[in-house]
């Protein structure tokens, strides 16, 4: 079967959204007019925003590791960690005030990239399999985390602290949501006065894009996971390189974490699936159908956040009985027909291999 | 004046001494050929002066300058560039971000490449070289020839001199083979000095100035091209006298062993690979198939050998209609099978051989002891196809992978053979293999002839196809242009053959 290209499918499901749009604006009272309505709201695009900032931060870690050569399954293991950690450090402070959280924050990065680097030199060092190690961080962080919750806590779930304030752009913001255009007022809801952790997404899939593409970091990481021997004979250490990438997606996905933790909720659930609940995996679908470009990525992300805002929101705003259940699986679905559709990822060449020097020998 | 200068150069290995007391010295300017067959040292050498051995004994020099490289990095400060055989470039990025890596330009401050300045220096080495290559291509879409020029770009790119090629022409066409001459010929009126290793005489002949010829680790002579003839250097290389032309008896066929009725392969875009064939191959005969590569030669064969079945028509083996039979009933029915890729069908390249040489009859009572196999008798096997196929080293427990590649042909073709087949089935059988065992390969083919076994054999080298056939056909397109008598047909109306065209059409 001949797979349709990211353009035709990002077109079919514009028209597809155009539709229920054009339906609901002529037929108010429809099930597309209830859909939209509920769409329209700001908090909806605020919800979305807020809920694709771990998925893209994992995501873009987990674009640096594969890129490089390095498949990085773990990226769900290093925002269990990354998250718990945050809410643990912030905890011992005392949890309450902007200093405390943003030093919780920094202790969670700090961690994913000890476990990410720890999984490097599994990886990279030792030889072992990429898949099996980082299926070990996963499951390493997914016990590990709630253990240590139960040592300190008492239980499962951390004690509830604060969470980061948003911030707000000043005058903008303000200008913006008192001018009475429909337009206006909505971006200044929702981009001018925001959880700081969405600018730090921002910025994040603004840099990854610019250090791939434009510094000769960025060429060697592509060099690195396309074909390691001709980086290797250019005077460029692979194995540097496999071990900086590896680092940074700690890092991505330890800011991705933390961020869910002490920026969001200001709390760490470690029930069943803790409260990453597969974030991180979702994370490795977003940047496939990204195509390892963090644009693209973040696109990505939005969509399937975007449908969980709007399951969240159908829940709670529509006036239809409809079981709960049915609705939350929408956006896992979608996840799941698009990556069917799309199919045409090309994986780098030597992902997934570890590389030897010739030098060595 | 002297460029490079090797001098008693040893580098032993556990086991084998690969370079035995070996000098080469080349001269500025010039374009030297180190010629010798598979497993001579050429490598191992080349490998020494670029600073990736260590040699045991003797010593390096360069413009005169007595060196020692530890890496190749030093070899690269000193003005030398290696050209591998398979290409270090990165398929996904462009000409210039290859030519560039990992000593790209910036720009503010280190932060970002500067891709103009990369693409502006490219383009200064092809004007002053005469490379006609596009900065801005993906190397993805280029095709080899001008792969193979991005990594030349990328040694004069980090300043050599001396360029080493390794075995430059094996993985080009005819004519990317010429634009490469060219190429070599105007790098070396800049001044610069090449070094290439090939174990083709013609090539060695054409292109060099020079040529310095090894054999068995050793130096076995070093003279310039316009002194010498293929005679003498094959002679040189081989160590005794070869017959560089074969020329067959004609076989005495018997009964047709295979019938192949009308047979049509369509590929997965609905254009007809093979369409429409039809031959009789008979015991005791070669029949050839000539052609361009890509013609269809690889759908006919994979159709008569049971590994694909064809969309249309017969396959009648031995009176059997084995058209729809299995890739097991083949080998079972005695259908021998040299393939074309020998890393991909013809040998697993991380087994022993004692494991590669049972491959397919993995099955058979001989080596099997109820369902399990009979690893005792299997040795004895791969013992008596290493003796009698002359495969080196003689050791059944070494890696497919350690083998030189005509060795692992020569292996391939033994155990092929050895089951006693009444058909072969042999693609391209001495491709990338040295003068010495393409000469032994070609002689058991027609040994194998005589003892009344029927042989269908391709190949896109026209003298193997003319001297070892006793029929040829000319495969165009998937269809058979013309049977001609191999003995009376001229060189150029086989040409014309391979390129659609009837002779007398002309």
Redesign the interface.
């Known amino acids: 079967m001949r797979k349709p290209d990211r353009g035709t499918l990002m077109a079919a499901l514009g028209g597809l959204a155009a539709v229920v749009v054009a339906l609901g604006v002529v037929f108010p009272g429809s099930v597309a007019g209830e859909l939209l309505g509920i769409a329209s709201r700001p908090i909806m695009a605020e919800i979305a925003l807020r809920l694709a900032v771990p998925i893209t931060l994992a995501a873009l870690g987990g674009i640096f590791a594969e890129k490089s050569g390095v498949i990085n399954i773990g990226l769900e293991g290093l925002l269990i960690i990354s998250s718990f950690t945050a809410v643990l450090v912030a905890w011992a402070l005392g949890g309450t005030t902007s200093a405390a959280l943003w030093t919780g924050f920094a202790g969670g990065v700090l961690a994913s990239v000890l476990l990410a680097g720890l999984f490097a030199v599994v990886c990279i060092k030792y030889e072992a399999d990429q898949i099996i190690a980082g299926l070990a961080v996963w499951l390493v962080a997914l016990g590990l985390a709630p253990f240590a919750s139960s040592v300190v806590f008492g239980g499962k779930n951390t004690t509830s602290i604060n969470r980061f304030s948003e911030w707000t752009v000043p005058v903008l913001h303000d200008a913006f949501v008192n001018s009475g255009v429909g337009i206006l007022s909505y971006v200044g809801h929702v981009l001018l006065r925001a959880n700081p952790i969405v600018y730090l997404m921002f910025g994040a899939v603004a840099v990854s894009w610019y250090v791939l593409n434009h510094t000769a970091f960025g060429r060697w990481v592509e060099a690195s996971g396309e074909n390691p021997n001709a980086l290797d004979t250019a005077g460029v250490n692979v194995h540097r390189v496999r071990y900086a990438s590896v680092l940074v997606s700690g890092l991505l996905s330890g800011m991705g974490g933390a961020a869910l933790s002490v920026g969001h909720v200001g709390s760490f659930v470690g029930n069943g699936t803790t409260m990453i609940d597969g974030k991180g995996f979702i994370a490795i679908a977003t940047y496939l159908f990204g195509n390892y470009n963090p644009l693209g990525t973040f696109g990505a992300a939005m969509l399937f956040s975007g449908l969980e805002s709007l399951q969240i929101g159908i829940q709670q705003f529509t006036p239809y009985e409809v079981p709960s259940q049915l609705i939350q699986v929408i956006p896992y679905v979608t996840v799941v027909v698009v990556l069917v559709l799309v199919g045409r990822t090309r994986i780098p060449e030597a992902a997934g291999e570890y590389y030897e020097s010739g030098d060595d020998r | 004046m002297t460029s490079i200068s090797l001098s008693g150069i040893t580098k032993r290995f556990p086991g084998v001494v690969a370079n035995d007391d070996v000098t080469l010295t080349v001269e500025e300017g010039t374009v030297h050929a180190l010629l010798g067959e598979n497993g001579a040292g050429k490598t191992t050498l080349m490998n020494v002066l670029y600073g990736?051995y260590e040699p045991d004994e003797g010593t390096v020099s360069v413009d005169g300058t007595e060196r020692a490289f530890d890496?190749?990095?030093d070899a690269?400060d000193a003005g030398i560039g290696m050209i591998?055989q398979h290409f270090?470039?990165?398929?996904?990025?462009t000409v210039a971000?290859?030519v560039v890596?990992?000593?790209?330009p910036?720009k503010w401050r280190?932060?970002?490449?500067d891709r103009e300045a990369a693409r502006a220096a490219v383009d200064d080495l092809c004007d002053r070289y005469g490379f006609d290559v596009d900065p801005t291509a993906r190397v993805a879409d280029v095709s080899v020839g001008v792969q193979q020029r991005v990594e030349i770009l990328?040694a004069l790119y980090r300043g050599a001199d001396v360029l080493i090629l390794d075995e430059p022409t094996a993985v080009l066409t005819p004519q990317e083979v010429d634009d490469l001459f060219e190429v070599l010929g105007e790098l070396t009126a800049e001044g610069k000095t090449i070094i290439f290793i090939t174990h083709k005489l013609g090539e060695a002949l054409h292109a060099a100035d020079d040529v310095t010829v090894l054999r068995d680790g050793k130096t076995v002579g070093a003279l310039p091209t316009a002194d010498t003839t293929r005679e003498e250097l094959a002679e040189l290389m081989v160590g005794r006298e070869v017959l560089l032309d074969i020329d067959a008896d004609a076989g005495a066929p018997g009964d047709t062993v295979l019938d192949v009725d009308s047979l049509t392969v369509t590929d997965g875009d609905g254009i007809d690979r093979v369409a429409d064939v039809s031959m009789r191959v008979r015991a005791g005969e070669v029949y050839g198939i000539a052609g361009v590569d890509g013609n269809g030669q690889a759908e006919l064969v994979e159709a008569i050998t049971g590994l694909r079945v064809p969309d249309a028509g017969a396959v009648t083996f031995d009176g059997e209609d084995v058209t729809q039979r299995s890739r097991r009933h083949h080998i079972e029915a005695g259908m021998a099978y040299v393939p074309e890729d020998r890393h991909e069908r013809g040998l697993v390249m991380d087994s022993d051989l004692v494991a590669n040489g049972i491959l397919g009859s993995q099955r058979a009572p001989a080596f099997t002891t109820g369902s399990r196999i009979d690893w005792q008798s299997a040795r004895t096997h791969a013992t008596d196809v290493i003796d009698t196929y002359d495969v080196r080293p003689r050791d059944a427990d070494a890696t497919a992978a350690s083998l030189s590649g005509g060795n692992q042909q020569k292996f391939i073709v033994g155990r092929e053979f050895e089951r006693d087949p009444d058909l072969v089935v042999v693609m391209h059988p001495t491709r990338g293999v040295d003068i010495g065992s393409t000469e032994f390969i070609r002689e058991r083919l027609l040994e194998l002839r005589d003892e009344g076994t029927a042989v269908l054999l391709v190949s896109s080298k026209l003298d193997e196809v003319t001297s070892l056939s006793d029929r040829l056909a000319v495969l165009y397109e998937g269809r058979v242009m013309d049977e001609v008598d191999p003995d009376t047909v001229t060189e150029e109306a086989l040409g014309l053959l391979m390129a659609g065209q009837h002779p007398e059409e002309q």
């Open positions: 990736l890496s190749p990095r690269i591998h270090m470039l990165v398929d996904s990025m971000e290859n890596l990992g000593n790209e910036r280190g932060l970002r490449v990328k």
